[in-house]
């Protein structure tokens, strides 16, 4: 039976770890490494997390898979990630993702960069 974004998305929210922004800024001081999915045009648009490193949906299994000739090498299957979009549906998806490829520390920010901005947390560029 098909299934809508909306039903994968709640599917992926319960099978993974899901932050609030002020958890995901306490882990960021403690050296999680936080990871922005968005487009590159959304990022140059509404700016960045300090930090943070850049790897778009359509890319991240490509710069998560060590055997890849794109693979990220700050993308470790031991580090603790954390995961964010615009408003936490793409990273929802793309945490449960890379849980399935190995990854055993990983987590997504549930209100997105959105939820960020909007609780005052530091923005870079934009």
């Known amino acids: 039976m098909a299934k809508t974004a909306k039903e994968l998305v709640a599917e992926a929210k319960g099978q993974i770890e899901n932050l609030s922004v ?34 778009p949906r359509g890319m991240l299994e490509f710069y998560a898979d060590p055997a890849t000739p794109y693979h990220k090498p700050e993308l470790q299957q031991d580090a603790r990630i954390i995961l964010h979009c615009a408003s936490g549906g793409r990273s929802a998806l793309a945490a449960e993702t890379l849980q399935k490829m190995g990854y055993s520390n990983v987590a997504h920010m549930e209100a997105g960069f959105k939820g960020w901005k909007e609780a005052g947390k530091p923005v870079e560029g934009g």
């Open 22 to 55: 002020d958890q995901v800024a306490q882990e960021q001081e403690q050296g999680a490494l936080i990871v922005d999915i968005r487009e590159e045009n959304e990022r140059q648009v509404t700016g960045t997390i300090a930090g943070a490193i850049a790897a």
